[in-house]
């Protein structure tokens, strides 16, 4: 099957909370063509995040288990060219014809029918005669069917008949489980730093995020270069929009209080404590290096303290990096948390 392609497959699917209900409905309709309730088996979510590779995975599935099931994979756009295309060519029969012989349909992007109503009609029958013989009817779509527009009435009705499964944006550690999945497939490993920083700042869209590694893995292998985190932002400057996204004095004072495990609250109020002290006094440093915040904004910010206090913070903060190697350690860690955002 040509149009099925064999680099989707579950086993390089990686699964996560975002996934998991889609992916074991198309397991399940992969072991069982036709024979479960999940008939069509909708897949839908936003552009990038998996909608052809689980479709095209459970066709792969099929054909290893079921060599002799006739699987037909379309994009919902070239069938309404094919449709167009017999039309003019007298056809028309053997378009339906073949189309009714598959056991298994699986068409993509159905949200391409809007406005297409003469093909949507042909579907129509289509669907109905494969539903009826116990075929399997696979869909994917950028919207559930309670929201598609342009689609008729009893299209959709049918849409909604068996299960609709939708795919969301990976969480954080899905992030990276992809990535590294991607790395270990183009036997390339990069530092650890570095598949975080890309799974923490592209997070709208699996594409993009594999599109990202794609070119560092590339440039790493071109230039036989090993690729470090400084590289890997300068590499990545086209995909990640807003590298420079504001950090604000709250986020220091959370990271940093964080850090050090002591209440938020803590580093604002008159307190003395040593471990407090501390905190804020690395608050104040990094909001001097890290936002352009004013030494008296900083000041008041911290506690409604001025800004000569700020000058005294900044200046123990240099003299312990120089001399206090802990201590040096505590703020490049923070530093680096700070770059991860
Ligand atoms: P969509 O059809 O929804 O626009 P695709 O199926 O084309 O998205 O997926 C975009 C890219 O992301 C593909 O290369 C695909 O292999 C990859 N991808 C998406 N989800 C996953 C996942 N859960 N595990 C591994 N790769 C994924
Ligand atoms: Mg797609």
Redo the contacts with the bound molecule.
Sequence with gaps: DPQLNS??TFE?????D??RLARSAGYAVAAKPGGTSFNPLMIY????????????AIGNEIKRNMPDKLVIYVSCEKFCQQFVDSLKNNTINDFVNFYQAMDVIIM??VHNFAGKEKTQDIFFHIFNHLHQSGKQVIL?SDKAPKDLAGLEERLLSRFKWGLSAD?QI?DLE?RIA?LR??MYADGIELPNEVVEYVAHNIDNN??E??GAMVSLLAQSTLNKKDIDLNLAKQMLKNFIKNTSKEISMEYIQKLVCEYFEVPVDMVKSPTRKREIVQARQISMYLSKSHTKSSLKTIGAFFGGRDHSTVIYACQTVEDLIDTDKKFKGYVHDIQKKLKMN
């Design positions: 680099n989707y390089n699917y990686i699964e996560g975002c996934n979510g936003g552009v990038g995040l998996g909608k052809t590779h689980l479709a095209q993509d992007d994917s795919l990976p899905t992809i999945k991607k699996v594409r995020l594999e």
